[in-house]
């Protein structure tokens, strides 16, 4: 099975802090992305990521960046933690051959910054 | 740009009911649908999907979706809860062979059910 794994299942960070959200996937997959889950607005892409090296802002990028220099890796990065970056962060991958059809979520990471 | 938007944002019904969960999107080409589940402190599952062909199609744990061009909807039905349908349920869209296959999802419908 595809596993999308989330370093943190929870997260509590200080405002203005630097935060790293990591995920990895083992399927080789081409496209990873992050999104974040709020009650009543579901889940907004963060960024995203078809290749190496390569990035794309989603729909809600401000106050984020991301890293990709490895296949496998995909990065979440909150360059100055606020409080209204509380929230569920879910990664997810699916290959170019299989398209939407086949994302993997990981559990997620809950992160409340304080 | 691609939207969904679920209009009912809490639906409570009893067990043995039927259910339906209301789907709009907004979307200036073939729309890829899907509905995906997500049970209390569990993943994103995907119940079902769409893209061409029947318009009605059926999925995992007794749901089924029924896809309607002319009113751009794609609902979710069962006709029969069980208690554990209990679960927040989310609509996307996709755009066919879009690069980077990103997925566009509604806010949600969290589904209660009554013994």
């Known amino acids: 099975d595809v596993k999308v794994t989330q370093s943190s299942r929870y997260l509590v960070k200080r405002t203005g802090e630097k935060v790293f959200l990591e995920c990895v996937q083992d399927?080789?997959?081409?496209?990873m992305f992050w999104y974040r889950q709020d009650p009543g607005l579901g889940l907004r892409l963060i960024y995203f990521?078809?290749?190496?090296?390569?990035?794309e802002k989603g729909d809600i990028p401000e106050g984020y960046s991301v890293s990709r220099e490895k296949k496998e890796r995909f990065s979440l990065i909150l360059e100055s933690a606020s409080t209204n970056q509380t929230s569920m962060y879910l990664c997810?991958?699916?290959?170019?051959?299989?398209?939407?059809?086949?994302?993997?979520f990981g559990s997620g990471t809950r992160l409340t910054v304080v | 740009a691609q939207s969904v938007t679920q209009p009912d944002i809490h639906i409570t019904v009893s067990e043995g009911a039927s259910l339906e969960l209301r789907c709009n999107y907004s979307?200036?080409?073939?729309?890829?649908l899907f509905w995906y589940v997500q049970s209390p402190g569990q993943g994103l599952q995907l119940l079902l999907k769409?893209?061409?062909?029947?318009?009605l199609v059926q999925g995992i744990k007794g749901f089924e979706a029924e896809f309607k061009r002319s009113q751009s909807s794609f609902n979710l039905r069962k006709p029969s809860v069980h208690w554990s349908d209990a679960a927040e349920y989310f609509c996307?869209?996709?755009?066919?062979?879009?690069?980077?296959?990103?997925?566009?999802f509604g806010g949600g419908t969290r589904v209660l059910v009554k013994p």
């Open positions: 979307y200036g080409a073939t729309p890829y």
């Open positions: 996307a869209v996709a755009r066919f062979k879009a690069a980077g296959n990103k997925l566009t």
């Open positions: 769409y893209f061409s062909g029947d318009t």
């Open positions: 399927m080789d997959h081409e496209n």
């Open positions: 990521s078809y290749d190496v090296k390569m990035k």
């Open positions: 997810a991958s699916t290959s170019e051959r299989t398209g939407p059809d086949g994302y993997t």
